[in-house]
């Protein structure tokens, strides 16, 4: 796995989603400096975080696109820079208007990033390994996540909130000088000859099926709204986790950004392993079918952080609710790797990046509508009970769904 080149490609990979979920995060982390700041309700402060997501949700497809078409390397190159400088662009904001403005922008930026790593590990790792590469590298997210409380939150305390999202653009840009100087787009060798030691032959352009036959498929469909239902609790509880520590458990800030750390470590360790446990499962059970081990691992794991999140909402104590949140959040990562494998198990390596992207899409519009629901259910009924029930609710049905619409896709014969 981490032989010819592999392990600098998972070590960049892995810094780069350490450094998205800093940029992502430090805005939630932030949050109640900003609102006072510049005087916002509740509901404003739900439409900023959603904001992020229509940039993003875009930016997911023509990410997945570009990286197919430019090449992943190119791709996130670009995307990197691009989510830096709006990063730190929000120095800039002077109010609702110009908050919104620059998170989308600064969504556009990010939104290739997941379609991008997918398509560099189906460029470098075969089948039997891109579950667990895919996790090993996204697991890079939920770090980021932890580390930003205390980043975010001293940096805010102690020099304001505007300097903490200047520091972090600085840190994205470094990476980026040094991904273009050393990483590289395939291996000198195809997956497919390294591991076999036969040359792979491309297919030819008539054998090539054309990405939007994908679109239709349930299993894409449906995987996407499993993906929806992942994306509404992990955009609940980034936006609005750490403003319910303040404002209905009594928290300070202080201790709510050393708090928010306990379930992203959580989410670190499972999607980590989640990956693992999948691809360990794809070859325990390979003579039931391709799709087997990564239905069992997310149908239950979504399922279990389902219970975990709505239950959160009903508990009276704040180390009841954290830890709950923390189990939900560790559940979820377990899925984290999942919907990627998928998508590498049932699409041609010509359209990984695509269909990926058109995934991600589909499924982060829940980073859009999620966070503006939540604060108006917030502002209009004062508590967050039904925000808890509603994201719980939501990923039981997708579990479900996955069930009985996942399938093998049956490609025609061209």
């Not at 023509?62 to 820079?81: E, N, P, Q």
């Not at 590298?137 to 580390?147: Q, V, Y």
């Not at 239950?311 to 999942?338: C, E, K, M, P, R």
């Amino acid at each position: 796995m981490f032989s010819k080149g592999r392990g600098m490609v998972i070590l960049f990979l892995f810094l780069a989603g350490v450094i998205n979920y800093l940029d992502r995060s430090a805005l939630s982390i932030a949050a109640p400096f900003i609102q006072d700041d510049l005087t916002l309700t509740a509901t404003q402060m739900g439409i900023i975080f959603s904001s992020f997501s229509v940039g993003y949700a875009i930016f997911n497809f023509l990410g997945g696109v570009a990286s197919d078409k430019y090449g992943a390397k190119l791709t996130l190159f670009v995307a990197m820079i691009v989510w830096s400088l709006f990063s730190g662009a929000l120095v800039l904001a002077v109010g609702f208007v110009s908050m919104i403005i620059i998170r989308i922008m600064f969504g556009m930026g990010e939104g290739p990033l997941a379609s991008t790593i997918n398509k560099m590990v189906n460029n470098w790792f075969p089948s039997n390994q891109r579950a667990s590469v895919v996790g090993l590298t996204n697991s890079g997210t939920p770090l980021g996540g932890a580390i930003a409380g205390p980043i975010v939150g001293f940096i805010a305390i102690s020099y304001g909130w505007r300097v903490s999202f200047i520091a972090i653009m600085v840190i994205g840009l470094i990476w980026a000088i040094c991904w273009w100087k050393f990483a590289k787009e395939k291996p000198k060798e195809s997956v497919d000859e390294v591991n076999t030691g036969k040359p792979y032959v491309a297919a030819t352009t008539e054998g090539k099926l054309k990405f939007t036959f994908y679109l239709k498929q349930k299993t894409v469909l449906f995987t996407a709204l499993a993906f929806f239902s992942y994306n509404y609790i992990l955009f609940f509880f980034l936006t609005w986790f750490p403003s319910y520590l303040v404002d209905a458990r009594g928290l300070s800030v202080e201790n709510m950004s050393i708090i928010t750390v306990i379930p992203w470590i959580f989410g670190f360790i499972g999607l980590a392993l989640g990956g693992f446990i999948s691809d360990y499962f794809y070859k325990k059970f390979a003579k039931k079918g391709v799709l087997f081990s990564r239905k069992l691992v997310l149908v239950s794991c979504l399922f279990l952080s389902a219970v975990c999140i709505g239950f959160a909402g009903l508990v009276s104590t704040t180390l009841s609710a954290v830890t709950l949140v923390a189990l939900s959040v560790f559940f979820l990562y377990l899925t984290g790797a999942i919907y990627w494998a998928i998508i590498n198990d049932v699409v041609d390596p010509d359209n990984v990046g695509s269909v990926g992207g058109f995934m991600h899409f589909l499924a982060n519009t829940a980073g859009i509508i999620g966070p503006t629901l939540t604060g108006y259910i917030v502002d209009t009924s004062g508590t967050y009970t039904v925000a808890f029930l509603l994201a719980g609710g939501l990923a039981v049905i997708a579990s479900l769904a996955v069930i009985r619409f996942v399938r093998p896709i049956v490609k025609p014969v061209l």
